[in-house]
Nanobody, 125 residues
């Protein structure tokens, strides 16, 4: 059974930083793309960033480009999201996701088969 468990969320002041982690069990992730999505209060879930299996391709949403960095450690079966210069509008539940198809990287939720339970990030002004 594949499980994704996020951690690292919390409350931070605007301008601060957080690092999210997503530990995967039940499947070796080294051949699959992974991604972060988020859902703010009263909003739909949206794409944040994705990373190819090798780490060579890392698309970002325009709203986080230059502030967030996605990375992965295939040996540890873990995905990361370093979030700097946080803004109140970054407040959301952050979800990690594992792709369903080998080698495919996507900005849409339908490209991912497995999801974590989410971790809350709250940025105060």
């Amino acid at each position: 059974q594949v499980q994704l468990v996020e951690s690292g969320g919390g409350l931070v002041q605007a301008g601060g930083s957080l690092r999210l982690s997503c530990a995967v069990s039940g499947r070796t992730v080294s051949s699959y793309s992974m991604a972060w999505f988020r859902q703010g209060p009263g909003k739909e879930r949206e794409f944040v960033a994705a990373i190819s299996w090798s780490g060579s391709n890392t698309p970002y949403a325009d709203s986080v480009k230059g502030r967030f960095t996605i990375s992965r450690d295939n040996a540890a079966n873990t995905l990361y999201l370093q979030m700097n210069s946080l803004k109140p509008e970054d407040t959301a539940v952050y979800y990690c996701a594992l792709a369903k198809t080998l080698g495919v990287i996507s900005r849409t939720q339908t490209g991912y088969d497995y999801w974590g339970q989410g971790t809350q990030v709250t940025v105060s002004s």
